[in-house]
């Protein structure tokens, strides 16, 4: 990780010169060779046989920071985190601008999976050694992993520009913006859940998911809120372009240009108005039209980020990017292909082969899926989410005795999880064991918006004898299925797109 076996800066003479002033005459040769010994093991990649060795000659010559720091790197690059962490603590009481003890730190802390751990070393890395691009992308990505996002688009932002080829800085930019506008959007809905900034903000949404009889649904109930809403009448001529109606689309773009002409202060809509995204980001306050025009000018400047991102050549970044893209349009096996353009450059990247299989499963692709994911369950036996898809995997493909184990195994990892609550019901119930496949099923009601669980609860009550539970969940099951059908009804007919309203 840090070790450099022909500069070795971390292995230099210094410790050594040290130990030969302190020691015993007699320790001089014994001590000289462990020293040279654990060199030789570390550039061998023998992490392990070295950490006795270094433990022995940090007893030998007490609170060297030298031999101390190299007994946390051997016991970090083993695979020991927790052990290596008091190590370069103590190395950084003694030397608190060490770089290699505040590396080694941040990413021991990342290791043991506790980002806000590693937030500290990492800003005192940076300050440091302000050009320290390795240094702050971590820190970036420890800020975002704990939700700190506007510290983190502050980074990334830094990286960028440090580097404008940067495919992992526009990448986590794009992401820490997309974050940002998901937590405007979340309190302005706590906030104004029925107002026309809502309903604007969901049109949005649905115009980027290609959903554009619904937005014009909703974009034509905020419009009904409030007439003068800047934003609104774009998006509706956006909805027009893409569906075909230029002559209205040039409509709706004039009564915007109209709106937006009188905007001469520098409020958060204003500045949006003029194209200044992030002072607009930053201008917003906590009202909900601040919070509308904060969510939009995050949105904008998340696709400006990845506009950027996609102009660079291919990365795993820009196949994350367009796998998202997809699984958003619930497009499942175009993300999964997507995922194996990214592990064709980084193959045996673990997450990536993870995304790779919630993508398969999510397209139902349970042939492809199974083998995977009995490979994966082999290197983690103890994933909970491998055990649910293989278990549903193999119930969905006509295999419920088969499904057991893998999602009893999952709900005892991870007792609440009402979607294996579902299969694994499901599975009794297939197999005729309606005894035990009943209390599952009735966790899973929650999830139930076809009413399959109600109408497999019924028919294991009905075969329990229960015929008045029966009857009831059955009447449960056929109210779904007629209020379904009668919401699609409605969104049909409320969602037909029609020409602007003249004034």
Known sequence: MFFNPTAGPLFSTAAFLLLLAVAAPAQENQLALESQQAKQL??????????????????????????????????????????????????????????????????????????????????????????????????????????????????????????????KAWYGLGKSYESLAAQAFDRLEKTAPESPYVLQLIGDSQVSRQQYRSAFFFYKQAMEKMPSLRGVHSGLAEVYEKTGHADWAAAERRREQSLASNCQTQTAECLFAKGKLLEAAQAAGKSPASLLWAAKAYNDLALQAFDRLGALPESVEIHALKAEIFRGHHQYLEEANEWRAALKIAPGDSRLTHELMVSLFSGHDYQTVIPMLQAALKEEPDSAEDQFMLGTSLLRLQQPEKSLPYLESALRKQPNMPAADASLGMALALINRPADAIPHLERALTLDEDGSLHYQLARAFQAQGNTQRARELMVKYQQIQKQNQESKDEVAKEAQITAPVQN
């Open 42 to 167: 570390m550039s061998q990649g023998r992490f392990e046989d070295a950490i006795p060795l270094y433990r022995h000659l940090v007893n030998a010559v007490p609170g060297n920071p030298g031999l101390i720091l190299n007994l946390g790197l051997a016991q970090e690059m083993a695979g020991h985190p927790a052990d290596a962490i008091p190590q370069f603590e103590a190395v950084l009481k003694a030397q608190p601008n060490s770089v290699p003890a505040l590396t080694s730190l941040g990413m021991a802390q990342l290791q043991l999976n506790q980002p806000s751990r590693a937030i500290a070393p990492f800003q005192k890395l940076i300050a440091v050694q302000p050009d320290n691009r390795d240094a702050r992308g971590m820190l970036a990505g420890a800020l975002s992993a704990v939700g700190r996002s506007a510290e983190a688009a502050v980074q990334y932002r830094k990286l960028s520009a440090m580097d404008p080829s940067d495919a």
